[in-house]
């Protein structure tokens, strides 16, 4: 069984995301023996924005050496998720949705033909065996009725986009109100830690 773990908060050791994204791969790695992990960075090792020359490259139009090596590190992210069964990846809230970074990979692995395809019915998602868990931590609160409740796009986007290409088997652990006070964090810490914990083994 394949994991990919994937962080894109730009705060290090300092990010919450990180800290639950690391403690749900434990959980699973001590869960799952033989369970096979591989970990992408997307601060330390970001990729480029898609762009008009990646399109027509991808299409076969000629382009420059640096357009190949950026498509080519598109493929690898592509091929890494489709080869995962499981994905855990580390959300933070930046400006209200999700940070450039992950979008970045986003754009990478949501590709017609690969993750999804349009039919006779509309839009059809290809990547549904896959488990999904996400790690979340945002400044504030976004609850429903709550008066920030309109400007949640970060779950509600990755609900829609893995929705998109199928992924049914979405897990999300919140930790919110980090930017509140010291003692919010630890407890929106210490509160998803504890869902961790709760998780079935893979
Ligand atoms: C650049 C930046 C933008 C942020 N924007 C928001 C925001 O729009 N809403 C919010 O609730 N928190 C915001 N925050 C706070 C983070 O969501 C919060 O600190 C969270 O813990 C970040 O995840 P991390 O600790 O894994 O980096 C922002 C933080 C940074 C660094």
Redesign the pocket.
């Known amino acids: 069984m394949k994991l990919l773990h994937i962080d894109s ?3 290090g050791p ?6 639950v994204s690391s403690a749900i791969v434990d959980r699973l790695r001590q869960a799952t023996p033989g369970l096979a992990i591989t970990y992408r960075d997307l601060t330390t090792t970001p990729l480029a924005h898609l762009s008009g020359s990646h399109l027509a490259a991808a299409q076969g139009a000629p382009s420059s050496a640096e357009v190949q090596a950026e498509l080519a590190a598109g493929q690898a992210v592509l091929d890494e998720f489709l080869a995962a069964d499981i994905v855990v990846l ?1 959300a ?6 999700i940070p450039s970074q992950l979008k970045a990979w986003i754009d990478r692995i949501v590709v017609a033909g690969k993750t999804f395809k349009y039919g006779a019915n509309g839009p059809e998602g290809l990547a549904g065996s896959k488990r999904v868990i996400v790690a979340i ?4 609160f ?1 609850g429903a009725g709550t008066p ?1 409740a309109a ?1 949640e796009h970060l779950e509600s986007y990755l609900r829609g986009v893995f929705g998109f290409i199928g992924v049914t088997n979405l897990e999300l652990i919140q ?1 919110d109100g ?2 509140i006070g010291p003692e919010h ?1 630890e407890k929106a810490l210490a509160g998803a830690l504890e869902a961790v914990t709760k998780l079935q083994a893979a």
């Not at 300092?14 to 800290?19: A, I, K, P, T």
């Not at 931590?137 to 504030?140: A, D, I, L, P």
Request: overall charge positive; proline content about 4%; glycine content about 12%.
């Open positions: 908060s730009v705060l300092h990010s919450v995301s990180r800290q580390g933070p809230m930046y400006n209200f949705t931590s945002r400044g504030g976004y920030m400007l930790a980090i930017q964090r």
